[in-house]
C-alpha cells in the first residue's frame, strides 16, 4: 500500500520561500510519477508540478513556473516542492500523489498540507 506524508506547509510573508516534503513509502511497482497538487480557498484542485521518478522529468503549471521546482532523493523515498517567490495567490492547501505511469490518474494521495501567504 503506497503511503504519502506530506510536511512544511506554513504561514509566510510575499516574496518568501517554503519547501514541502513528501515522504513515500510502499512504491507503486514499476514508474511511476509524483505530482505536488494545490486547492486554493474556493477553487478547483489543480497540478502544480509532476516529476517522473525515473528520469527526473519534470512538468509545471503556468502559474508556478519559474518559482517553483520539484525534485525527488531517490535515498530517502522523498518528493520535494521548493516554491519561491511566494505570493497570496499560492496560499491553498497542498498534496502530494502519485500514479503509475501507464495511468492517467494518480491514485494515492496525502492528507495535505496548509500554506498560507500573507500580503
Known amino acids: 500500500q503506497v503511503q504519502l506524508v506530506e510536511a512544511g506547509g506554513g504561514l509566510v510573508q510575499t516574496g518568501d520561500s517554503l519547501r514541502l516534503s513528501c515522504a513515500v513509502s510502499?512504491?507503486?511497482?514499476?514508474?511511476?510519477?509524483m505530482g505536488w497538487f494545490r486547492r486554493p480557498p474556493g477553487k478547483e484542485r489543480e497540478l502544480v508540478a509532476a516529476?517522473?521518478?525515473?528520469?527526473?522529468?519534470?512538468d509545471y503549471g503556468d502559474s508556478v513556473k519559474g518559482r517553483f521546482a520539484i525534485s525527488r532523493d531517490n535515498m530517502r523515498d522523498t518528493v520535494y516542492l521548493q516554491m519561491n517567490s511566494l505570493k497570496p495567490e499560492d496560499t491553498a492547501i497542498y498534496y502530494c500523489?502519485?500514479?503509475?505511469?501507464?495511468?492517467?490518474?494518480?491514485?494515492?494521495w496525502g492528507q495535505g498540507t496548509q500554506v498560507t501567504v500573507s500580503e
Open positions: 500523489a502519485a500514479r503509475a505511469q501507464d495511468r492517467p490518474v494518480y491514485d494515492y
Open positions: 510502499g512504491r507503486p511497482s514499476g514508474g511511476y510519477t
Open positions: 516529476i517522473t521518478w525515473s528520469d527526473g522529468r519534470t
